[in-house]
C-alpha cells in the first residue's frame, strides 16, 4: 500500500540515498562503497537525476584480475550486511 506508493515517489528515493551517503561516513564505509548523489534541484515525484559515477562493470574487472573482482565482492557484501544489520 502506503510504502509501495513512497516507493515510486523520487524524491523520497533521493532524501534516502542522501541518508545512505551519510550512514555509509558514519560507518566509516565510504571509502570503500559510494551510489550517485542526487541532485535534488531536478528531481521530481517522477524523475530521479543523479550524479554521474565513473566506474567499470564488475565483468571487466573479473576478466582483466579474478582477485580483485573477489575482493571488490566481498567489499560489496561487507557494505551491504554492516547496514542492515546496523539500522
Not at 564505509?29 to 515525484?45: M, N, R
Amino acid at each position: 500500500g502506503a510504502r509501495l506508493v513512497d516507493e515510486l515517489d523520487f524524491r523520497l528515493e533521493a532524501q534516502s540515498s542522501l541518508e545512505f551517503l551519510a550512514y555509509a561516513a558514519q560507518l566509516g564505509l565510504d571509502s570503500v562503497c559510494t551510489i550517485a548523489k542526487p541532485v535534488l534541484e531536478l528531481t521530481t515525484s517522477r524523475v530521479l537525476v543523479t550524479a554521474w559515477l565513473d566506474g567499470e562493470h564488475l565483468e571487466v574487472v573479473a576478466s582483466r584480475d579474478v582477485e580483485e573482482a573477489r575482493r571488490l565482492q566481498s567489499v560489496a557484501l561487507t557494505a551491504f550486511l554492516t547496514m542492515l544489520l546496523e539500522v
